[in-house]
């Protein structure tokens, strides 16, 4: 019946690999932190300047000076260090972090990626996205494959972007895709979730897609 | 050189006017200098362009000086967190320049490093580099950013001598150093103030010459934005959750 | 992951081949990674580009790699205590780019954070601007110069965690931390290696992400170029210098 | 009997203000920190990346991880701060030091300095002097008048710039002249050594200058 928001998050999980460095945007990437397999090494940035951080403290233990990208209170762990908002984009922009799990509005099939703003509505701005995107070795997108039965996978982002040809991979509800952005090899379609069927995807996705011959 | 002042008021006397440009440390809620920003307040400069990485929220932090109508234009990364924020840019009377974040604060780098312009790959392809020069190197497209300088920058430090060299706690760093660097006078507020020689030199972030003037704030209240907790478990045979 | 190494041959492994381009931390022979030079020397690799702000002395530091012509070409601001170099210089078997001390520091500093290009005011109208873009921004004349980067850094640290975290001591710190992010793989020795948590975050300057492997020189002898002192005057009233 | 080299020095003190951060050269630039005013706040800042250094140590004291951008031993004070290479020289670029006291081979009288090259000799690079040279607020020359009867003030450099418009004075054994680097009001000889005449530095000056009203 699909994945929930969990087994999405799950499913993301497995594109870590020991040593790596990740950094994890709001929403059901943040989960993706509950799936990090026992005896991996896997620090998480945040973009405010901290590498190496652990779960929300207890009540009492919370700190006004230590906080993730997203406001949240979170902890200090034996790997923890800190630096200013420049280096940590140094590090961002320098390709230094492995992977950045992140969500969007829509993705195009060569890669582009819009998730900062809506012409029309107030905008907030976008944050650390944009250098994230630019910046890190691998960008997964993770997000509802439609929405309010809009298409969000496109052959051209409707929407601003946030990068052009910036994301290697989108794990829907329904599926993951790959994306070869710098080949230009377009998408493919490489996993289904269970009870979903190639035609539902077919139905629910505007670009075009290869599809893994495994399926 | 006495660096040390009074109070928030006399570290910013004779440093404020109408329509400059002043740089705010502080991510979110977390090492704002929020003593220097009341003091801002309480003085009535007007047409303020202020360059932070967020607006506070109402009624707290740069947020104040938006109730005020201090503000004119903010060059920031995200400004969700903030009503009255939403309100007077629908209504025309405040401007925003959006820059992707690592480009913020490496545009104040920049700028207190002499360095006029870089390049980025933030943001290419993307309204951001509309207008903006676009160039390719080594294949890939990057956007040319320019450097950023302040009249004036605000910084909130953990730790200073009074020297004016300053050290920051946790994640309370964030824009701040670069700020102290990128102002054409920096005021840092310190919650704890030391002799020279007290602070260890190869643990000072922000070295004395940055800094021309500093206010101890040894009460300043420290706001939490987002308050999340995770539940104790409880003791190993208790059965209870506390 | 595991990232110390038992010795410097071995933290090498696999890493060197004919012909790359290293980057090797230190000021003169302060913070040299002296025991990862002479593992270099040891490998026998062959034409290498090194890019360090000096290239030691005669026999010592990069002077070793020198003396066992295993540099082909020194990206460097100054060489002027080596007679080795001369000689090879003069020799045409040496070749050599001089970069302004600051141009090279900020040329590593920006290859580590992703910035291809920037502008600076240094060498402005001067023999290093030629060949390069110079551009005006606000009536002052800059050169465009290029990020950095290696395909390995060698640093020296005071101390690091097993995590790779690295703090830095006294001037020994002066190229070493930009070279740890400008390398695609950076190899650290340390004086002393402590275990995760024991160094307070807030006093780590390079991220344990930006080292690769680290190896522990716990008895590393430290050289001084220029012993200078001054004379101890004598304890009041003994009339003796000591 | 024109200054000695601790009387050029003394000289170039006096360019000192309460307050100042100040970069001195190799040479007779150093022993300017031996004519600090009592009770003046000076910090010395060393390219390789200090502020705030003291006199060389004791024998005994001295150690490897301390020196100054001369390799030289020194020592630490109350006010010292250590930073990278690329934060010192951040500092220098971006105009962040008052006064930078160098020597010289060249001078012109448009500001255009040469300090580093001689074509022909073997090179042994600049060092930092480009970038404090092309950095510092204010930039000041200590230097003989001449070499060899080769005068060193000239209409233009005849050696390779360090930098190019960009010294404000020159204090020479026999007298000090001001440049009006920016403004193109050109060089100006504002003081005489005790004993040196204003036909002596006619004979042994290319360059054109004015002379101030008080000589």
Same mark, same amino acid.
Request: a negative charge; proline letters at 4%.
């Given at each position: 019946?699909?994945?929930?928001?969990?087994?999405?998050?799950?499913?993301?999980?497995?594109?870590?690999?020991?040593?790596?460095?990740?950094?994890?945007?709001?929403?059901?990437?943040?989960?993706?932190?509950?799936?990090?397999?026992?005896?991996?090494?896997?620090?998480?940035?945040?973009?405010?300047?901290?590498?190496?951080?652990?779960?929300?403290?207890?009540?009492?233990?919370?700190?006004?000076?230590?906080?993730?990208?997203?406001?949240?209170?979170?902890?200090?762990?034996?790997?923890?260090?800190?630096?200013?908002?420049?280096?940590?984009?140094?590090?961002?922009?320098?390709?230094?972090?492995?992977?950045?799990?992140?969500?969007?509005?829509?993705?195009?099939?060569?890669?582009?990626?819009?998730?900062?703003?809506?012409?029309?509505?107030?905008?907030?701005?976008?944050?650390?996205?944009?250098?994230?995107?630019?910046?890190?070795?691998?960008?997964?997108?993770?997000?509802?494959?439609?929405?309010?039965?809009?298409?969000?996978?496109?052959?051209?982002?409707?929407?601003?972007?946030?990068?052009?040809?910036v994301v290697d991979m989108v794990i829907t509800d329904l599926g993951v895709f790959t994306i070869d952005k710098k080949g230009g090899g377009g998408m493919t379609l490489i996993e289904l979730a269970p009870g979903a069927t190639l035609?539902?995807?077919?139905?629910?996705?505007?670009?075009?897609?290869?599809?893994?011959?495994?399926? | 050189?006495?660096?040390?002042?009074?109070?928030?008021?006399?570290?910013?006397?004779?440093?404020?006017?109408?329509?400059?440009?002043?740089?705010?440390?502080?991510?979110?809620?977390?090492?704002?200098?929020?003593?220097?920003?009341?003091?801002?307040?309480?003085?009535?400069?007007?047409?303020?362009?202020?360059?932070?990485?967020?607006?506070?929220?109402?009624?707290?932090?740069?947020?104040?000086?938006?109730?005020?109508?201090?503000?004119?234009?903010?060059?920031?990364?995200?400004?969700?967190?903030?009503?009255?924020?939403?309100?007077?840019?629908?209504?025309?009377?405040?401007?925003?320049?959006?820059?992707?974040?690592?480009?913020?604060?490496e545009r104040i780098r920049a700028g207190g490093a002499g360095i006029p312009a870089f390049f980025t790959r933030t943001g290419a392809g993307t309204q951001i580099a509309e207008g903006k020069e676009q160039r390719e190197f080594d294949?890939?497209?990057?956007?040319?950013?320019?450097?950023?300088?302040?009249?004036?920058?605000?910084?909130?430090?953990? $730790?200073?001598?009074?020297?004016?060299?300053?050290?920051?706690?946790?994640?309370?760093?964030?824009?701040?150093? $670069? $700020?102290?660097?990128?102002?054409?006078?920096?005021?840092?507020?310190?919650?704890?103030? $030391?002799?020279?020689?007290?602070?260890?030199?190869?643990?000072?972030?922000?070295?004395?010459?940055?800094?021309?003037?500093?206010?101890?704030?040894?009460?300043?209240?420290?706001?939490?934005?987002?308050?999340?907790?995770?539940?104790?478990?409880?003791?190993?045979?208790?059965?209870?959750?506390?």
């Amino acid at each position: 019946m699909a994945w929930t928001r969990e087994q999405m998050a799950e499913r993301a999980a497995k594109e870590l690999r020991d040593g790596f460095y990740v950094n994890l945007g709001i929403g059901i990437p943040t989960l993706v932190s509950n799936y990090i397999p026992r005896g991996m090494s896997v620090q998480l940035q945040s973009e405010n300047g901290m590498l190496g951080f652990g779960p929300f403290p207890y009540e009492g233990e919370e700190d006004p000076d230590l906080i993730n990208a997203g406001k949240q209170t979170v902890t200090e762990i034996s790997t923890t260090s800190y630096f200013s908002s420049a280096d940590s984009f140094a590090m961002i922009r320098g390709g230094h972090i492995d992977l950045s799990i992140l969500g969007a509005m829509q993705v195009a099939e060569n890669g582009d990626l819009a998730n900062w703003m809506i012409p029309g509505k107030m905008v907030k701005g976008m944050g650390g996205a944009m250098d994230l995107v630019a910046g890190v070795k691998k960008v997964v997108v993770v997000m509802e494959h439609s929405a309010k039965n809009e298409p969000k996978l496109l052959k051209n982002c409707t929407l601003p972007l946030t990068g052009a040809g910036v994301v290697d991979m989108v794990i829907t509800d329904l599926g993951v895709f790959t994306i070869d952005k710098k080949g230009g090899g377009g998408m493919t379609l490489i996993e289904l979730a269970p009870g979903a069927t190639l035609d539902e995807i077919r139905a629910k996705t505007q670009a075009s897609y290869h599809i893994a011959n495994v399926l | 050189m006495q660096k040390v002042y009074p109070d928030p008021r006399a570290a910013l006397a004779g440093l404020l006017r109408d329509g400059m440009m002043i740089m705010a440390g502080g991510f979110g809620l977390c090492g704002i200098p929020e003593q220097l920003i009341l003091a801002i307040r309480d003085s009535g400069v007007k047409n303020l362009t202020v360059v932070s990485n967020n607006c506070g929220i109402d009624g707290v932090g740069l947020g104040i000086l938006l109730d005020s109508r201090q503000i004119k234009k903010m060059i920031s990364s995200y400004v969700g967190e903030n009503k009255t924020f939403a309100q007077q840019y629908l209504a025309g009377e405040l401007e925003i320049e959006f820059n992707p974040q690592g480009t913020l604060a490496e545009r104040i780098r920049a700028g207190g490093a002499g360095i006029p312009a870089f390049f980025t790959r933030t943001g290419a392809g993307t309204q951001i580099a509309e207008g903006k020069e676009q160039r390719e190197f080594d294949g890939n497209r990057y956007v040319m950013e320019r450097g950023l300088i302040a009249d004036l920058s605000i910084v909130h430090a953990w $730790m200073a001598d009074t020297e004016g060299n300053l050290v920051y706690r946790k994640t309370a760093r964030n824009f701040n150093p $670069m $700020m102290a660097t990128a102002g054409k006078v920096t005021v840092a507020e310190v919650e704890h103030l $030391m002799q020279p020689g007290q602070i260890n030199p190869d643990h000072i972030i922000t070295p004395g010459l940055y800094v021309q003037r500093l206010v101890h704030v040894p009460n300043a209240v420290k706001h939490i934005e987002q308050r999340t907790l995770r539940k104790r478990t409880a003791p190993a045979g208790t059965g209870e959750e506390v």
